[in-house]
């Protein structure tokens, strides 16, 4: 955690100085903004967090309830979610509070006596060693909260607008503000009142039934399926050895999915309420929570549980459906997307594979710092397109795996021929709901893989996976990735060739290259900003980090910037083993000894592998995803 | 993090329900409290975050300044420290914005140009690998605010009285309340207000010129050497490359002792001011700044710093002083104390070995559970004289270590024989600096070494060593330790014989003794109190996780607790090697295979060390620790 690099700071460091719109954001709703964020759940806060990394920005969050969340909803929370929580500041906070899931455990009739149900298998959970991160359990109104924090927190001050909802919205072809929006006031002095706001860009977080996808004409693709599951979050005492560890239990009397959950006594299940009448119209979701213990009970046998508090319970058919586009661009259109869908709003499925909330995340991670960067005059609009082009077959992924995995689970014990196959299917597939196994394909935003055989470790369009290396300024062992908080920069790591520090090498010309008025720094960092305000640039060397001397490295690592021109000391690294570690990044990625630029995006995602001596390639990735400032300049003057 | 105990908690955790006086706290000082805090120093704060686990008890901490400390004083923070907010539940939150000692290095002349230092060795901190918690730097404005943020969310609902200072105190024979104590509002409305209050016990946290301890008559023992020293947080640029690392440098031109702080780009240094003429009278304290800057730019030459922002400077002159005693009893009466000391206010050295804020919080731990023992009726008054008996040798050996430490780092160049002595030194006392060396002795609460050879790596009167274990529960590795939080509770950790869980054994016998009405529970516990309320009693079998099922431990290890008797599965461990850990508990510390119970104070002291047979004995300790309930419910009736 860098601070006091602006002046000693004495307080809390997590609570960054106060910058553009932050400095006096209007408490109330205005009548003109630039993103409406429509709806608060995990897509629309991590939107909020990361926007308020924009302070020049103007970006609202309205929410329908009165004030943050309470109760239910989501709670599954994927490695790759940890490591977006590393990126905005809370991840450790979240752990220390979390249930965290070492093993998953699968239970099945006793062939002796199908009646009881038997242990059947103990697996590792799916997240082990997969990455740093680990695999959580933790309410989503949590998740909100800390996002909450973090978007109050950065410089633009970002707090929801709670009691306000969405009601319809009109696109204009013209005018500074192009969207017309109508919303209503729900709760506080003005409840009741219906206003008409402006905003340039809205992004519908407003769940399954978003009033934002009707209103741009998106369909919801997809159907419910005739099988309906209970949920219930659940305080009992239990004869049940497995309340606290996570299992999939199939027995003659139905299936459940048991969660256990923070805190060391709560544990939600999801209960199989099986096959639904087509003519049912919905009648399952009236079934009382003493059906849903009742049946809860019959599967268990010959353990039961005594509830002693439903903290939450709901009933749902599980549908799987997927939007048709993720903005209000239709094919053919010229125009750049003015609205955009995120979360439920334009992929739902059901909550057994603990996927939702984890998605719905990276929606609004890569959406937000595309909104910043085009607000903010770094790229251009065309850039808003990659979202839907990225997005939109990740949800198609997720739906496809949790149709298979809802199969699986549904499935009586009869169909069952092998009572390892769920387990296998479990771990077999760990990349995928560990969140890491989407990929990005080639745009202004993913270079062309010609060169990925110099990082083999690091595929393009993948997240940034990160490794454990020395800082050289304190020969502190630290997560490189680590350093690559959610603040909307792009990292540019150049791995070096052999010379050590101090000597000519194509590192030295690299980054005299990339120090120079020609390279991108220089082009595409706005007039009057630090020199890492748009790329922070670091250095890996292949040495020990006691052969370095972290003063011998060129300038470009050791740059002096903020109010007080300091040196930044945390732009330096070494790969060599220390007495603190053994890791070496070069061996762990398949790094070319020759040296490789690696160029990742601001939510994590690798975007361009280079040799240090593809100058010209580097310029021109950049020239393709970023304004040229020095030419916006020119035409401003 | 246990929670949702009493039911569905929907916020922050970490935020326990209030009870007792903090239901209704008085916001301002009452005229009568059970406890007063005079200082809200380390010491003082850690005092009402323990005192907050007590709500039955009125503890007060009055501060003369009018907020919260922004500036300055004590950073380092050995890994005692850490594990001491791990148990109050910060830890991981302080770690992630501390700074991490990974190196020490040292400079010295360069021995072929003697006016140049140049570095003469590197040395991994001597806190690597001496336990679980990492040596940091942190300002301890931070701790301190971390410390009042336990103490404002534990029941007892704890805040500061700022804006008042202590102006003495008398004793009284009798009374409720014999401690009268004249205090002073400095600030808000009553300000200039001088007043009468009284309390039970008085605690002098107030500093190196304590008034406390001037009231109570005690004396500061030792003297002010004649060496004086700079210090200064300061933000520069530098092409010193050690900058961000720990260093002890020795030149031609005096000594520093350079301390990197936290947030990347803040150092401390403390600047050797030289020798000080005895008819001195203090006005070395007046050195100006500049003057500070240009000793330490003499010192690192051929390397320079150019200042960019002082965040806070002092000069001090070192002393090495002890008090006579740290309560109001003096030798051969027959009361108990009243008045206690702790901190600055009984132990004043240098800065320089990063000493002085972990001892001082040291004290509060050693005396904040047995204020809370005594005033709920858990302990005969008598305990309170432990706190004078287990702490002042504490700080003896601190003030041994301080000298003998000072006295090298002030040595000039020609006086080294061995430049690597400083290194040799500072390794070779790593666990007295680290936090890890105090041991109690022989005392109603550490029993005597008789069954030491049970389990030598938990030796009576240290600190409890935490290993890895697997929570059997969930099959989650955790710190067995660290489950051990500052509630003010005891451990009994009965670590099993060889037979499995379900099988009769030496375990399941002294599970059945310890749960009848002659056991140490029964007898302990109030009334009407949970049965974990006094002891915290788990079981760690030998056997890997996966061998035991967690239902089939004695119900001694799964007790139903809280007002929906909701049963706690986290007493129950495995020892044996899981996929997650190959952390062996009894192979670590040498436990027996016959079983062994190892008791463990509130604060986190090995207490007794017995074989499971010998309940009687166990049985005598805690009868001369605790009170009998049951005596005092006749007593009462």
């Known amino acids: ?314 009933v749902y058919e599980v549908g799987h459906r997927v939007t048709d586009k993720f903005d209000d661009v239709d094919p053919g259109e010229a125009h750049d997307p003015r609205v955009f869908l995120t979360g439920d709003a334009c992929h739902t499925h059901s909550a057994k594979a603990g996927q939702g909330m984890n998605v719905s995340m990276q929606d609004g991670f890569n959406l937000g710092w595309k909104l910043g960067h085009v607000l903010t005059g770094l790229s251009d609009p065309a850039l808003l397109a990659t979202y839907s082009a990225e997005r939109q ?27 390892q196959d769920l387990a296998t299917y479990y771990l077999a597939t760990a990349e995928f709901p560990s969140g890491f196994m989407t990929q990005y394909g080639r745009s202004a935003v993913v270079a062309d893989a010609a060169h990925q055989a110099l990082a083999e470790g690091f595929p393009l369009g993948k997240r940034f996976k990160s490794v454990e290396v020395v800082r050289v300024c304190d020969g502190n062992v630290v997560h490189l990735g680590h350093h690559a908080k959610a603040d909307g920069r792009w990292r540019v790591y150049a791995f070096a060739d052999a010379a050590p520090a101090g000597e000519q090498s194509a590192l030295t010309s690299w980054a005299e290259w990339m120090a120079s008025d020609d390279a991108p720094i220089a082009r595409h960092t706005p007039a009057g900003a630090d020199i890492d305000a748009v790329f922070d640039v670091k250095a890996i060397y292949q040495q020990p980090y006691d052969a370095i001397e972290v003063t011998q490295a060129p300038n470009l690592f050791l740059p002096k910037t903020g109010p007080l021109g300091l040196t930044d000391w945390e732009k330096v690294y070494a790969a060599g083993p220390s007495a603190w570690s053994t890791a070496d990044i070069f061996a762990e990625r398949g790094l070319s000894r020759d040296g490789v630029v690696v160029v990742v995006r601001p939510d994590q995602y690798v975007a361009a592998v280079l040799p240090l001596t593809a100058t010209d390639e580097l310029a021109d990735f950049f020239a393709g995803a970023l304004r040229d400032q020095r030419a916006a300049m020119a035409d401003a003057s």
Request: proline letters at 6%; charged letters at 25%; hydrophobic letters at 40%.
């Open 393 to 419: 077959p990740v949800a198609q992924q997720l739906i496809d795996f949790d149709k298979e995995w809802s199969a699986l689970m549904a499935r009586k014990p009869e169909e069952i021929t092998d009572p």
């Open 1 to 314: 955690m860098q601070f006091h690099h602006h002046g000693y700071v004495s307080g809390e460091p997590r609570v960054q100085d106060a910058a553009g719109i932050g400095l006096d954001r209007p408490a109330g709703l205005p009548d003109e903004m630039d993103v409406l964020i429509v709806g608060s759940g995990p897509a629309g806060m991590l939107l909020a967090a990361q926007l308020s990394q924009f302070p020049d920005v103007s970006a609202r969050i309205i929410e329908r309830r009165e004030g943050r969340l309470v109760l239910g909803q989501a709670d599954g929370i994927q490695p790759r979610s940890v490591e977006t929580f590393q990126a905005f500041g809370f991840a450790e906070r979240i752990v220390a509070e979390a249930y965290n899931i070492a093993y998953m455990n699968f239970w099945g009739p006793d062939p002796e006596n199908p009646a009881n149900i038997v242990r059947t298998a103990r697996t590792e959970d799916y997240a082990f060693k997969i990455s740093e991160f680990p695999h959580l359990i933790v309410n989503q109104a949590r998740v909100l909260d800390y996002f909450a924090e973090a978007a109050a927190h950065g410089p633009g001050r970002i707090v929801p607008d709670y009691g306000i909802e969405f009601v319809g919205l009109t696109l204009h072809d013209q005018g500074a503000y192009p969207v017309e929006v109508r919303v209503r006031h729900t709760a506080g002095e003005r409840a009741g009142e219906e206003r008409t706001i402006r905003a340039k860009y809205v992004v519908g977080c407003d769940g399954a039934r978003s009033g934002v996808r009707e209103a741009i004409g998106r369909k919801h693709v997809g159907g419910i399926s005739a099988h309906a599951w209970g949920v219930m979050d659940v305080l009992v005492n239990t004869d049940f050895p497995d309340w606290r560890t996570k299992c999939a239990i199939t027995s003659q009397a139905g299936a459940i999915l048991h969660i256990p959950r923070e805190g060391g006594y709560l544990s939600r299940m999801y209960i199989d309420l099986g096959a639904v009448a087509e003519d049912d119209d919905h009648r399952v979701r009236q079934t009382p929570i003493e059906e849903i213990i009742r049946r809860a009970n019959a599967i268990l046998h010959p353990y039961s549980i005594d509830v002693k508090q439903v903290a939450w319970h709901s």
